[in-house]
Antibody, heavy 122, light 108 residues
Framework: QLQLVESGGGVVQPGRSLRLSCAAS????????MHWARQAPGKGLEWVAM????????YYGDSVKGRFTISRDISQNTLYLQMNSLSSEDTAVYYC???????????????WGQGTQVTVSS | EIVLTQSPATLSVSPGERATLSCRAS???????FAWYQQKPGQAPRLLIY???NRATGIPARFSGSGSGTEFTLTISSLQSEDFAVYYC?????????FGQGTRLEIK
């Protein structure tokens, strides 16, 4: 059974940093593309970042480019999102999600984790 | 970036009836790189349709997708109680990946 469990969310002051984790089970990150997406309160979905199945390519949404970094630890089968220079506009539930297929580029997502809340506030 | 505009924002339909949700792209989405998701309150989204018309694993046949270019449609042929939710379209033809703003499907 494929499962994703996010952690690391919380309340953080503007300008500070936070690192989110996404523990994967039932499959290995080493041959699967992975994504982060977010959802601000009462709003729609926004794609944030992607790391390709081979780990060599990374892409970011315009609103987080230069501030957020996606990475993975194959030995821990865990995906990360390092978030720097946070602002109130980054307040959202953050989801990790798996590419629907393996060993390739798919960029549609399933399954998703349950999400972790990030609140940026002074 | 490709902007996706969903309509209507809210759709009221009776159980057992057909629902048709639309998504318009600001420019052509090629390669059939287009998907639909369902999200229920307090839950993560779930993939329904990918590649314009392919149902994801476990998705009932009452869900179908169609369209091409800049116009796409999700049809639910006979609404069940569990189908009332928010639906999002997504394009993955161009970076950045983008979603529509969502259509809320509510019980009439």
């Amino acid at each position: 059974q494929l499962q994703l469990v996010e952690s690391g969310g919380g309340v953080v002051q503007p300008g500070r940093s936070l690192r989110l984790s996404c523990a994967a089970s039932g499959f290995t990150l080493s041959n699967n593309g992975m994504h982060w997406a977010r959802q601000a309160p009462g709003k729609g979905l926004e794609w944030v970042a992607m790391i390709a199945h081979d780990g060599n390519s990374k892409y970011y949404g315009d609103s987080v480019k230069g501030r957020f970094t996606i990475s993975r630890d194959i030995s821990q089968n865990t995906l990360y999102l390092q978030m720097n220079s946070l602002s109130s506009e980054d307040t959202a539930v953050y989801y990790c999600a798996k590419d629907y297929g393996s060993n390739g580029w798919y960029n549609h997502f399933d399954p998703w984790g349950q999400g972790t809340q990030v609140t940026v506030s002074s | 970036e490709i902007v996706l505009t969903q309509s209507p924002a809210t759709l009221s339909v009776s159980p057992g009836e057909r629902a048709t949700l639309s998504c318009r792209a600001s420019r052509s989405v090629n390669n059939n790189y287009f998907a639909w998701y369902q999200q229920k309150p307090g839950q993560a989204p779930r993939l329904l349709i990918y590649g314009v018309f392919n149902r994801a694993t476990g998705i009932p046949a009452r869900f179908s997708g169609s369209g091409s270019g800049t116009e796409f449609t999700l049809t639910i042929s006979s609404l069940q109680s569990e189908d009332f939710a928010v639906y999002y379209c997504q394009q993955y033809d161009n970076w950045p990946i983008t979603f529509g703003q969502g259509t809320r499907l509510e019980i009439k």
